[in-house]
């Protein structure tokens, strides 16, 4: 087993993000028993225009991720790219998934006329 203290700096770094967004991504999206998209917006008056903040946001957010992931991956020396990709692929996953669930949204309001 690799001690921590063995393991670099900004890989320490980029492994705590990772870990925190999946994390939250998981607590915002996991399935329920009941209703995905009531437990995702229960609470929140929701309106076209609050769905296209959280789009703003989810891309904002994404966006700063990325740069985080990018910065790290550069100030190792930019040697191993298992890291970086790993990174990338779970950044892109969780703005796939989290777009879709915004999008389904945006379709039951539709279909609900507001």
Do not use: C
């Not at 320490?12 to 399935?31: D, E, K």
């Amino acid at each position: 087993m690799i001690a921590p203290e063995d393991v670099p700096f900004a890989r320490r770094v980029l492994l705590a993000v990772a870990v925190i967004v999946i994390a939250v991504l998981l607590v915002w999206l996991w399935p329920s028993p009941s209703s995905e998209q009531e437990q995702l917006y229960r609470g929140v008056p929701l309106t076209r225009h609050l769905l296209e903040l959280d789009r703003i946001a989810l891309e904002d957010a994404y966006r700063d991720h990325l740069k985080k992931l990018w910065s790290v991956w550069l100030t190792d020396g930019a040697r191993v790219t298992d890291h970086i990709n790993r990174g990338l692929k779970i950044s892109r996953d969780a703005y796939a998934v989290a777009g879709a669930r915004i999008e389904d949204r945006e379709q039951q309001l539709q279909r609900e006329g507001k």
